[in-house]
C-alpha cells in the first residue's frame, strides 16, 4: 500500500494494527499496516534507515500507536 492509501484507510479507521519490523536485507525498517508493507509509488518496499526516522514519518501522518518488531521469525 502507498502512503496515500495508508493515510485514507487511517481516515476511515479502518486499520487495525501498524508495525515497524526490522528489515534485515535492507538494514533498516519497514512499515507493515495489518499484514501489508508500505510502499513507494513504483510498489517497491518504502525503506527507512533508522527507527527514528519511521516513527517521524509515521507521527507525521497521524499514528501514535504502533509495535517495533526485530525479529520478524517469531510470531
Do not use: C, W
Not at 494494527?17 to 518504502?46: F, W
Not at 527507512?48 to 517469531?74: E, S
Amino acid at each position: 500500500m502507498t502512503e496515500r492509501e495508508l493515510k485514507l484507510l487511517l481516515n476511515a479507521n479502518a486499520i487495525k494494527r501498524i508495525q515497524l519490523h526490522y528489515a534485515v536485507m535492507a538494514q533498516g525498517y519497514m512499515i507493515v499496516a495489518d499484514g501489508n508493507p508500505l510502499e513507494t509509488s513504483k510498489r517497491e518496499t518504502r525503506e527507512f534507515k533508522t527507527l527514528d526516522t519511521a516513527a517521524k514519518f509515521l507521527f507525521k501522518i497521524g499514528v501514535a500507536d504502533f509495535a517495533v518488531k526485530l525479529n520478524t521469525n517469531a510470531s
